[in-house]
Each structure stands twice: as C-alpha cells, then as structure tokens.
C-alpha cells in the first residue's frame, strides 16, 4: 500500500477531482514533478499516490477540502489493498491498519465508517457495508486502535471499498477538513411544497458553504433576495421559507403557491437586462447559459455594488471544465478587486463546489460579509 489522498467525486468527473489534487500537491508541497493522479473512468473516485507518509502528512495538514471543486470529500490514508476474493475482510484489513495508518500517524480515531463510490459499483455494496462494519468494529476494537467512545476531535477511520470489494483504501477523515457527509453524498430530504428539485441544490450550498451562525445570519427573514432564471421557483421557495423577499426574474411561470405568498415580486424580463432599483442582500443565477457568460455578469453584480452574497450556478462545458471553472472564479475576483459601493469595503470570499445535487455544473458562492460571522 501507498501513502495517498482520495478524492470523492461525481461519476465521470474522476480527470477533475484527480488534477486537482495533483495541482493543490504541487503548489502544498513545493514539488517540482507534478505526481500522476490515479483516475479511471466512472469510479466515481480519483486518488494521489504521495511518495512517502512526511508528503501524506504535509498534505494532511495543509490541503484545506474547501479549496478543491470537484471533489466532494477527501481521505487520507494508504491504498490500495488489495483483498481479491477473501471471505473474511476484517482481519486483514485491521491488520493493515495496524501496520499502517497508526504506525505513521500516531493517531487514534473515534469512530469506524464504511464507505465506496457513487456509481453502481457502490449501490451494489451497501448491503455488504452493513455486514462488514460489525466484523471490522470488533477486529480494531480490540486493537485498542479505536478511541473510547465520546472522544471528540478525532478523526474518523474510513475504509473505503471498491471494485465489487476486491480492494479498500485505509484512510481517514478530519472532522474539521471534511464534507459533513461522509462519502460526500448529501443527504436532504425533497420538501414537498418546493416546485422543482433544483431546491435541494440551494439548499445544499447553504450547508456545504456556510455554517450554521452564518447561515442563522445570512438567511434571515425579512433580507432581499433576487432570482435570475427562478421559474418554476425551487431556488426562491428556499428564500420564501426563511420569510425573505424574493424579486424572481424569469420569462416563465411562477408556481402559484410561492406567488400566493405575497413575498415574490416576478419579473418577466431577461436576467442579463435586469438591474435592481438598491442593493440586495442575495443575488442567485441559474440560468442556463454559457458559464464565462454567467461568470460575467455576477462580477458585474460585485463591481456595481449590486448585492451582499451570492450563488451561481455554471453549466459545465463538454471539455476543459476544470480550466472553465478556474477561469470564472478569476472573473469573479478580479471584479470584486474593483466593487464599488458598501461591499468595495470588505474583502468577498469565494468558493465553488460541484455538489452532489449538481449534475454537469459547479455551485458558486461569493460573499461580501461571511467572514464576519
Ligand atoms: C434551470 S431553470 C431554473 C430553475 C429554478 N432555479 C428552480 O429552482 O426552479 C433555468 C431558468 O432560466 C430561465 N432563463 C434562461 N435564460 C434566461 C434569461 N436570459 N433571463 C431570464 N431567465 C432565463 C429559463 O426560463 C428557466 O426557467
């Protein structure tokens, strides 16, 4: 086995979440030959062989998970290891573990996950993960490997399966430096009264972007919101449930109930046109149009002082997504450099995250005040 970090990522995606790694190691630890990220197509898995446990480490320390995009989670730990057709995976695998990711990094864990990847080949093993997970809690308990149940700070021993359960990866999560959902799969339950699925995206980058101070903060009721390409109005129900103003822009129908609420004001006018009379505290996109298109015209909300925070979405291209992504976020400061107005006095933060709930598209979000809160 070798030291590495795992990146989780949509299937289909695995050249991204993997470059990425490879590009955050280089710039972390000074390398001078970018490593080869181990990438096959629809694992829905991408991982960074390390040279040795001081890069692992290194990595560990400085690789913060809110800087990468396309994965949705990472562990870091040894792999693969391979266990072909054994029946009892236990055993080895606690052995292993021993020898490895406790030797190298004297740490205990508190608590035992099981996890595999978003595609079939992980559907396929969650049966399995509930029959391991026993077996492997009482094989490491006994190793004295696990902390005493309650100890908090400590890092989750992660076990990673794939290939049908002919390999696994012996890793770890940090609870500060992690997706709160441990395999990066956020699960939100559809709420009934929201008029499309597209909701659970917002609702999803509130929780992945912001905390629950800020979100207690940013999200009041009574804030203002408006909504490009809102109809049938998914995004705006998040708003309208948090009792904020809504000003929808979109040529296409509202949902009556959300109208009916009396907290939606609907313009039916192009999203590229339209210019609030003050600023708002909220500016969401998603339009589907070209993403440097998009990327243009949210800058053009940062530069004019138009709104506090943001979401947009961008609509992948076939290819270079990576580089697209990287090229909007580079529109996006480079305009808040030169904002105007209350937010020109506070620096804005920016992140960007292909959710779980996001197809072929990354999540943007940009704030004037997050790091206040
Ligand atoms: C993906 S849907 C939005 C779904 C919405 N966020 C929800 O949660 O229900 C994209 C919307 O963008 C709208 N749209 C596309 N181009 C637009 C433009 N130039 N101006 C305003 N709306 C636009 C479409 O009419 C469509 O309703």
Same mark, same amino acid.
Request: aromatic share 10%; with cysteine.
């Given at each position: 086995?070798?030291?590495?970090?795992?990146?989780?990522?949509?299937?289909?995606?695995?050249?991204?979440?993997?470059?990425?790694?490879?590009?955050?190691?280089?710039?972390?630890?000074?390398?001078?030959?970018?490593?080869?990220?181990?990438?096959?197509?629809?694992?829905?898995?991408?991982?960074?062989?390390?040279?040795?446990?001081?890069?692992?480490?290194?990595?560990? +320390?400085?690789?913060?998970?809110?800087?990468?995009?396309?994965?949705?989670?990472?562990?870091?730990?040894?792999?693969?290891?391979?266990?072909?057709?054994?029946?009892?995976?236990?055993?080895?695998?606690?052995?292993?573990?021993?020898?490895?990711?406790?030797?190298?990094?004297?740490?205990?864990?508190?608590?035992?996950? /099981?996890?595999?990847?978003?595609?079939?080949?992980?559907?396929?093993?969650?049966?399995?993960?509930?029959?391991?997970?026993?077996?492997?809690?009482?094989?490491?308990? @006994?190793?004295?490997?696990?902390? @005493?149940?309650?100890?908090?700070?400590?890092?989750?021993?992660?076990?990673?399966?794939?290939? +049908?359960?002919?390999?696994?990866?012996?890793?770890?999560?940090?609870?500060?430096?992690?997706?709160?959902?441990?395999?990066? /799969?956020?699960?939100?339950?559809?709420?009934?009264?929201?008029?499309?699925?597209?909701?659970?995206?917002?609702?999803?980058?509130?929780?992945?972007?912001?905390? @629950?101070?800020?979100?207690?903060?940013?999200?009041?009721?009574?804030?203002?919101?408006?909504?490009?390409?809102?109809?049938?109005?998914?995004?705006?129900?998040?708003?309208? &449930?948090?009792?904020?103003?809504?000003?929808? /822009? #979109?040529?296409?129908?509202?949902?009556?109930?959300?109208?009916?609420?009396?907290?939606?004001?609907?313009?039916?006018?192009?999203?590229?046109?339209?210019?609030?009379?003050?600023?708002?505290?909220?500016?969401?996109? #998603?339009?589907?149009?070209?993403?440097?298109?998009?990327?243009?015209?949210?800058?053009?909300?940062? +530069?004019?002082?138009?709104?506090?925070?943001?979401?947009?979405?961008? +609509?992948?291209?076939?290819?270079?997504?990576?580089?697209?992504?990287? @090229?909007?976020?580079?529109?996006?400061?480079?305009?808040?450099?030169?904002?105007?107005?209350?937010?020109?006095?506070?620096?804005?933060?920016?992140?960007?995250?292909?959710?779980? &709930?996001?197809?072929?598209?990354?999540?943007?979000?940009?704030?004037?005040?997050?790091?206040?809160?």
């Amino acid at each position: 086995m070798k030291p590495l970090v795992l990146a989780y990522c949509r299937e289909g995606f695995e050249n991204e979440a993997g470059e990425e790694l490879a590009a955050r190691a280089v710039e972390i630890l000074g390398l001078r030959r970018k490593p080869v990220p181990v990438m096959r197509a629809n694992a829905a898995f991408a991982y960074l062989p390390l040279a040795n446990v001081e890069e692992l480490l290194g990595l560990r +320390k400085k690789l913060d998970f809110d800087s990468l995009v396309f994965a949705r989670q990472i562990a870091f730990g040894f792999g693969p290891l391979e266990l072909g057709d054994v029946r009892d995976r236990a055993a080895p695998i606690a052995a292993a573990a021993l020898d490895t990711i406790f030797a190298a990094a004297g740490i205990q864990y508190n608590k035992l996950a /099981v996890t595999f990847p978003d595609n079939n080949d992980g559907k396929e093993l969650t049966r399995f993960a509930k029959l391991v997970h026993p077996a492997m809690s009482k094989s490491l308990g @006994k190793s004295g490997f696990v902390a @005493k149940a309650g100890a908090r700070g400590l890092p989750t021993f992660n076990v990673f399966f794939y290939d +049908k359960a002919k390999s696994a990866m012996l890793t770890w999560i940090d609870p500060g430096n992690s997706s709160p959902w441990l395999d990066g /799969v956020a699960r939100l339950k559809f709420p009934p009264s929201a008029p499309s699925r597209s909701t659970l995206k917002l609702e999803e980058a509130f929780h992945v972007f912001m905390d @629950k101070d800020q979100r207690d903060q940013l999200l009041r009721p009574g804030l203002t919101v408006v909504d490009l390409g809102a109809s049938p109005g998914g995004w705006t129900w998040q708003f309208v &449930h948090r009792e904020m103003f809504v000003t929808a /822009v #979109d040529n296409g129908n509202m949902d009556d109930a959300l109208m009916a609420s009396g907290m939606v004001d609907h313009k039916a006018t192009d999203a590229f046109r339209y210019v609030p009379k003050s600023p708002v505290d909220w500016m969401v996109c #998603d339009v589907v149009e070209q993403p440097s298109r998009v990327a243009k015209l949210a800058a053009q909300w940062i +530069k004019d002082g138009n709104c506090r925070n943001l979401v947009v979405n961008l +609509k992948l291209p076939m290819k270079q997504r990576r580089e697209e992504v990287l @090229k909007c976020l580079d529109i996006l400061r480079e305009a808040a450099a030169s904002a105007r107005g209350a937010s020109s006095k506070r620096p804005w933060q920016f992140a960007a995250r292909q959710l779980y &709930h996001d197809r072929r598209e990354v999540t943007v979000f940009a704030s004037s005040l997050i790091h206040s809160i």
